[in-house]
């Protein structure tokens, strides 16, 4: 089979490494990828964004099956536009990806089908905004409704900041159009665990939980980030709260987007606060999340293409999805000044013992050489049967890949040692 996956960063390079795994598998196309997966697939220079490019590349190829991995590709329609030429495809259609394209849509959609959320009200004028903020509790987090690179989100400490947010959204547009309107909600306290999910907009099946580190600094301070490492299972994703999970937020999700006739097929990602009154969703996304998926997919023992295939076929009921029952542990090697300002061009090397457990980000191939070629070069994964090993295995290895101004967190994973320390 020949397969394609849009997208070119870490989440792609664990996607790809695991679609080859399945035998009938004879070339994989990345659009873009980039010169650091170019021992996994073929990477192609077609943006993930250009649909019309994608969809005369994939006739070209006569691809079997496609993979649309990003959330912009997919909030623009991608897999509506490959389904229309005969192209079967992982992702949902743009009628369901809007519930990671729209927050005002999600959070709509869960007052509406009673899915355990923060409180919220939506303006779509500043004016009103700025009043409402004048009186509502403090903190408070202030959310651009579409998408903005994951930095439409601020929490607001004081009520300046709230009126500085609302202004910079919706006055000065930062986030383009994203912030013609906002979503002004409750601040939630609790841990935060991300669930990825298969679904056929039938039955659900979660993979293993996971643990993101948002922050650039040990610690979880500094700035946010894309994320700069995670771990799976989550700890705080005790037995008990996966099954509330199911019943009051996973299930009711699926079915709620059937209702509204968006049916989702494809990875639904949960988002979660585990609060004091129990899980909260956070964010939905319409996608595998990124660096979640370089720590769940190693874990995934059932075959991946298999899975995805029942999702497109709705056939996903009769599909095994098992995990091994040990732990991943990533760490993402940066480039110094990210998430800021950063240099790219520094050779990369990687001793070949350790290539498999590297998935690259930010590269590009020059003259035989990988250089990098972004903020978030590349996630170097560990295993483990616990979690203790696994986040040592992802650091010794992290010694065997080198690059000028590497830069990457001490302490991932040590949040989630600490839960289940306490927890025993
Ligand atoms: P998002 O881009 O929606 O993932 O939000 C980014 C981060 O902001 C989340 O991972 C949370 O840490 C935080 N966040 C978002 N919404 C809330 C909320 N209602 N209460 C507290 N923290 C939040
Ligand atoms: N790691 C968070 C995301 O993929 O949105």
């Given at each position: ?8 960063g870490g989440?792609?390079?664990a ?18 990828g ?26 070209e190829k006569k ?31 743009k ?25 919220y ?6 004016t009103?905004a ?17 998408l903005?690179?994951?930095k ?5 400490t004081?009520?300046?900041m ?17 912030g013609?309107r ?13 669930v ?6 039938k039955s ?40 509330r999970?199911?019943?009051?937020i ?49 874990l ?10 029942a ?6 009921d009769k599909?095994e ?12 090697m ?24 590297v ?7 020059e ?25 040592k ?32």
């Amino acid at each position: 089979m020949k397969l394609m996956v849009v997208g070119g960063g870490g989440r792609e390079h664990a996607i790809i490494k695991k679609l080859k795994e399945n035998k009938s598998v004879t070339e994989i196309y990345a659009l873009p990828g980039n010169g650091g997966m170019a021992d996994d697939c073929i990477p192609v220079a077609i943006g993930a964004k250009d649909i019309d490019a994608i969809v005369k590349f994939a006739l070209e190829k006569k691809i079997d099956y496609a993979v649309v991995a990003p959330d912009d590709p997919l909030v623009l329609g991608c897999v509506d536009r490959l389904e229309e030429v005969g192209i079967s495809s992982f992702g949902p259609r743009k009628c369901a990806a809007i519930i990671e394209g729209s927050k005002v849509f999600s959070k709509n959609l869960m007052k509406k089908y009673g899915i355990p959320t923060a409180s919220y009200e939506v303006f779509e004028n500043a004016t009103e905004a700025l009043s409402y903020i004048e009186s509502c509790p403090i903190p408070t987090v202030i959310k651009a409704d579409g998408l903005a690179l994951g930095k439409g989100v601020i929490i607001a400490t004081d009520r300046e900041m709230a009126r500085d947010a609302v202004r910079s959204i919706m006055e000065d547009r930062k986030f383009g159009d994203s912030g013609s309107r906002i979503v002004v909600e409750e601040f939630l306290t609790g841990p935060e665990v991300s669930v990825l999910c298969f679904t056929d907009g039938k039955s659900i099946k979660p993979m293993v939980s996971s643990m993101d580190h948002k922050r650039a600094k040990d610690g979880d301070e500094g700035l946010n980030t894309g994320g700069m490492g995670t771990v799976a299972p989550n700890p705080y994703y005790t037995p008990d709260i996966a099954d509330r999970c199911m019943n009051e937020i996973f299930i009711p999700t699926v079915d709620a987007m059937c209702r509204e006739d968006r049916e989702f097929r494809g990875c639904l990602y949960f988002g979660l606060m585990i609060t004091p009154n129990g899980p909260k969703v956070i964010e939905y996304n319409c996608r595998f999340g990124d660096p979640e998926t370089q720590v769940v997919l190693p874990l995934l023992e059932s075959d991946l293409l298999d899975i995805m295939m029942a999702t497109t076929n709705q056939t996903l009921d009769k599909c095994e999805v098992k995990f091994a029952n040990h732990s991943a542990c990533c760490v993402i090697m940066a480039s110094e000044g990210y998430p800021e300002s950063y240099k790219k061009g520094y050779e990369i090397t990687i001793d070949p013992a350790v290539k498999d457990s590297v998935y690259v980000a930010g590269a590009a191939l020059e003259n035989g050489k990988l250089l990098t070629n972004g903020g978030r070069v590349l996630g170097v994964v560990g295993t483990d049967e616990t979690l203790e090993g696994a986040i040592k295995d992802a650091y010794s290895k992290v010694s065997s890949v080198h690059f000028d101004n590497a830069f990457f967190r001490r302490d991932i994973g040590k949040r989630a040692m600490k839960a289940l320390e306490d927890s025993q």
